[in-house]
């Protein structure tokens, strides 16, 4: 019996570590500056509208497109 309680706390113990360390490291990357997450310019499909980064956007016809697709169909309503 006193080796099963040993044993739970054990696990609770591990537990409760883990749950502080990632919520630590979830308190980290927030704290960061936008700049330091990689962000990019945001730019919007001439399409859909959808806001995307540049760097995955197309490029068409002098427009910017989220997709090949939308490239394609050329500029929305």
Same mark, same amino acid.
């Given at each position: 019996?006193?080796?099963?309680?040993?044993?739970?706390?054990?696990?609770?113990?591990?537990?409760?570590?883990?749950?502080?360390? #990632? +919520?630590?490291?979830?308190?980290?990357?927030?704290? !960061?500056?936008? $700049?330091?997450?990689? *962000? %990019? /310019?945001?730019? &919007?499909?001439?399409?859909?509208? #959808? +806001?995307?980064?540049?760097?995955?956007?197309?490029? !068409?016809?002098? $427009?910017?497109?989220? *997709? %090949? /697709?939308?490239? &394609?169909?050329?500029?929305?309503?």
């Amino acid at each position: 019996m006193g080796k099963l309680l040993v044993l739970i706390v054990l696990v609770l113990a591990g537990v409760w570590l883990v749950k502080r360390a #990632l +919520l630590n490291a979830a308190r980290r990357d927030e704290g !960061a500056p936008p $700049a330091a997450k990689g *962000s %990019e /310019e945001l730019v &919007r499909c001439a399409h859909c509208g #959808l +806001l995307l980064p540049r760097g995955e956007a197309r490029q !068409a016809g002098g $427009a910017i497109y989220c *997709s %090949e /697709e939308h490239a &394609r169909l050329g500029p929305g309503r």
